[in-house]
């Protein structure tokens, strides 16, 4: 038997949470900086048409979206016609005056106004008479500025 006895414990210091507040922030606001908040819930089927000579639109002017196409799933009881979407929810064509008009009112830039693009994502199973008829519309809100979206693609393949 010794007759000096350590006093000393062997078990492991403990760990140092000082900075884990700071990395916490940091990781929360990494988070809100890289991730994108969806704008519209879609409710009709988007299968866009291809296309080659494709430009990305610019995010600097404000930019509306149209949906239009079949109902997607869960909204079956609406039929199987091509359905036009404004802002998360279903209308009719006669409708799009009052949405352009809101949506100009909620430009916060008033010299931003004259700038408003109309983006049309519509089905490519969609009756092209639901196009003419929102082409009318828009020209009745004179909302002149449209843009067409599509799918990167051989327009071959439509």
Known sequence: ??????????????????????????????FMVVTVMREDTLMVEQRLPLADQVEKLEK??????????????????L??????QLNDKFMDVEDIQAFINSERAGIAREELIDFLTVSLKVDKEANMGIVADIKKELRKANALKINYSVGTGSALEN
């Open 79 to 84: 039929g199987t016609e091509a359905r036009l």
């Open 1 to 30: 038997m010794s007759k000096f006895k350590s006093k000393k414990d062997n078990a492991l210091p403990a760990v140092n949470t000082a900075s884990l507040p700071d990395i916490v922030f940091m990781l929360l606001f990494f």
């Open 60 to 77: 600097k002017y404000p930019i509306s979206y149209i949906y239009a196409g079949k109902p997607a799933r869960g909204f079956e009881n």
